[in-house]
């Protein structure tokens, strides 16, 4: 299977990609305006919006959205591999199920992007840029 133009949300890399960085380091970067080389993989989202206090996550993921739509780091014609640790789930919204020590967690991840992300397979999905 190949990248998609956009957002690929997978559980597992569909694709090699010589640029690989952490969620953190690719929102900073993008926030910043600085290069970035595509395709790339993201790793640690479902991590980076865990470890957010969970009533402040749908401000996280609004802050987050709003740097995917404003940076010109990114064209509409590259690709970014997001690999999650965790379940695609595709029901009222889009969301990720990752398993912790208390048990199953959901996270919505699909409000990060303008566009809910459209499920390809059950371990791959994407969002257009």
Same mark, same amino acid.
């Given at each position: 299977? &190949? *990248?998609?133009?956009?957002?690929? !949300?997978?559980?597992?890399?569909? @694709?090699?990609t =010589?640029?690989? %960085?952490s969620s953190l =380091?690719?929102?900073?970067r993008?926030? @910043?305006?600085?290069?970035v $080389?595509?395709?790339?993989?993201?790793?640690?989202?479902e991590?980076?919006?865990?470890?957010?206090?969970?009533?402040d996550?749908?401000s996280v993921l609004?802050? *987050?959205?709003q740097?995917?739509r404003?940076? /010109?780091s *990114?064209?509409? %014609?590259?690709?970014?591999?997001f690999? +999650?640790?965790g379940?695609?789930v595709?029901?009222? =919204?889009? /969301?990720v199920? %990752?398993? &912790? $020590?208390?048990g199953? +967690?959901? *996270?919505? !991840?699909?409000?990060l992007?303008? =566009?809910?992300?459209?499920?390809? &397979?059950?371990?791959?999905?994407? @969002?257009r840029?």
């Amino acid at each position: 299977m &190949t *990248l998609h133009q956009g957002y690929n !949300i997978v559980t597992e890399p569909v @694709a090699d990609t =010589e640029s690989e %960085m952490s969620s953190l =380091e690719f929102f900073r970067r993008l926030a @910043a305006d600085e290069e970035v $080389s595509t395709p790339v993989t993201v790793t640690g989202l479902e991590d980076l919006l865990y470890n957010a206090d969970e009533t402040d996550r749908s401000s996280v993921l609004a802050e *987050l959205r709003q740097t995917l739509r404003s940076t /010109r780091s *990114l064209g509409s %014609m590259d690709a970014v591999q997001f690999v +999650v640790d965790g379940q695609l789930v595709d029901d009222v =919204e889009f /969301r990720v199920r %990752m398993e &912790t $020590s208390d048990g199953g +967690v959901y *996270l919505d !991840i699909g409000q990060l992007f303008v =566009e809910e992300p459209k499920p390809l &397979t059950a371990t791959h999905a994407v @969002a257009r840029k």
